[in-house]
């Protein structure tokens, strides 16, 4: 029975403390000294050996017991009107901190119409970008490619959904709630973290988080010197991966290893003509080939730096005025990039890209697009620049499907342009011509600064019999590309006969020069 009062007391006490202050308990308990009667009062001064001349002295010639109930209260109000005015503060900030964070998330979300995905089967993973802690911004490209490498790590691994690079950076620089990342990319884990560099010191911090319940699966901090970077992004997509599926571990750990140039200099080189490669525009792979050629100058068997070498070729070659010269050095990097990049996925890519765009061997192409996906089986490039392939040789239902197998695993790909490009033109082929001019309209949207996704806007806009809007589109070719003539464009890519038949008749109606 005691121990049923006892422990009523402590829930009573635990309650009190949970609810009211320190300064509200000790005013209720001086307003209670206040009201306690006379008699009891005198009592309990004496035996605190208080004589009455130091009480009159520190009650301020007032009635004692009245001074503390005055003390008790002024306790208890003072403690409401700080609490007050604090939790107003606090909601402010609150409320300023959520409508930042909304607006940022509305914002993203609003400008990429994306739609949420549901979760597949297959373990599946996004890595966001790192924070660079460093004071040096110029360091955001070493954090970048950092993030890329394990990455890339990752998709090497079978059974294993991995988002692009590309999507994930969408998120670069926003604030974000893992649990809307996961519902807009369709993944259950998020990666996040942060890199500091400070000389030859490398800090670098990782958590993994549950999209679905928000809880932390992993986390680990690293302390290397820079020479160790390598090593220590393999220790990082190791434990990533025995973090997400322990039964792999073994199995798989050793196949996310790949091979690095020796020298970092070469490639920091590389991770900084990446975006000018991506942009497929011939003028800025003028400014990628310099960075690349001191890359290889370096390191000649870097097999990255050969592949990206060979897109930048074909970019000049196919937008830049079709010389023999540009597709001869785009299929001899290619080349280069598959004897040296056996084992890397996006160095095979791009080169099976340009060997099948450049070279007009779709067999060779595939042969390397095939080995790329045996290595990393979710590459969304691989499939997006496969579907391009496939395309331009006439398998318009096999290009429509590796375009939209890219666009599932990277739904912001930066190539998305290439995608939907494929993607008009297989339906175009299959004579499906509103999805054709459908999927050319996002080809602009994307980039609406590439020619090629206005040639396929044109020929579908004129195959619907929309002539003003054709023509429209086959204007904006001309101002992009002052040089297009299509028959010499459909030449240099080796297309298919069947289809540039019928899109050379669409292309005339157009307006385009032959």
């Known amino acids: 029975m005691s121990g049923q ?13 949970e609810h009211l202050s320190n300064a509200v308990i000790g005013g209720l308990i001086l307003m209670l000294t206040g009201f306690t009667p ?68 509305v914002g993203r979300t609003t400008s990429t119409a994306t739609p949420d995905f549901s979760l597949p089967e297959l373990p599946s993973i996004a890595v966001l970008p790192f924070s660079n802690m460093s004071d040096d911004a110029a360091q955001d490209y070493f954090a970048d490619g950092m993030v890329e490498d394990i990455i890339s790590g990752l998709s090497r691994v079978k059974r294993l959904f991995v988002i692009a690079r590309n999507s994930s950076f969408t998120y670069k620089g926003k604030a974000v709630d893992v649990k809307q990342v996961g519902r807009e990319l369709g993944v259950r884990y998020v990666l996040e973290g942060s890199v500091r560099k400070s000389g030859e010191h490398l ?14 699966v992993w986390a680990e901090r690293y302390d290397r010197k820079v020479e160790d970077v390598f090593a220590l992004q393999d220790e990082m997509t190791i434990s990533i991966v025995g973090a997400i599926v322990p039964s792999l571990r073994r199995a798989e750990a050793e196949r996310v290893k790949r091979k690095r140039p020796d020298s970092l200099d070469a490639y920091d080189l590389v991770m900084q003509a990446q975006a000018d490669v991506d ?22 068997g870097y097999a990255l730096a050969h592949a990206y070498a060979a897109m930048s070729y074909h970019n000049r070659f196919v937008r830049g005025g079709l010389r023999e010269e540009d597709r001869t050095a785009s299929t001899q990097h290619a080349q280069a990039a598959v004897l040296h990049g056996q084992d890397d996925a996006v160095a095979l890519t791009f080169a099976a890209f340009s060997i099948g765009m450049d070279g007009h061997d779709r067999a060779a192409a595939f042969t390397a697009f095939e080995s790329a996906l045996a ?16 395309a331009w040789g006439g398998e318009a239902e096999r290009a429509i499907d590796w375009s939209e197998r890219g666009m599932r695993l990277s739904p912001f790909d930066p190539w998305a342009f290439a995608a939907y490009d494929a993607q008009a033109m297989g339906h175009f082929h299959l004579g499906q011509f509103d999805k054709a001019a459908q999927a050319a309209y996002k080809s602009v949207q994307a980039n609406p600064a590439h020619s090629i996704p206005y040639v396929q806007l044109a020929a579908s806009l004129a195959k619907l019999g929309r002539l003003e809007e054709a023509k429209a589109a086959a204007a904006k070719v001309l101002d992009l590309q002052p040089n297009f003539r299509f028959s010499r464009q459909f030449a240099g890519v080796g297309c298919e006969p069947t289809l540039a038949a019928a899109h050379g008749e669409a292309l005339r109606a157009a307006g385009l020069p032959e």
């Open 375 to 390: 290595i990393s089986p979710s590459s969304a490039l691989t499939y997006i620049l496969g579907s391009v392939v496939l």
């Open 38 to 105: 006379e008699h009891l009062f005198v009592e309990a001064i004496h035996a605190l050996h208080i004589s009455e001349e130091a009480l009159k002295k520190y009650s301020l010639g007032l009635d004692p017991r009245l001074l503390l109930v005055l003390i008790g209260v002024l306790l208890i109000v003072g403690d409401f009107l700080l609490r007050r005015r604090n939790g107003k503060a606090e909601t402010a900030e609150v409320q300023a901190v959520e409508a930042s964070t909304n607006s940022q998330i």
């Open 203 to 216: 800090r670098i911090t990782g958590q993994l988080v549950d999209t679905t319940t928000g809880a932390h």
């Open 5 to 17: 009062k006892s422990g009523r007391s402590g829930k009573i006490v635990k309650t009190v403390r």
């Open 279 to 300: 942009s497929g525009l011939p003028d800025r792979a003028i400014n990628a080939l310099a960075l690349i050629d001191r890359a290889l100058a370096i390191d000649p």
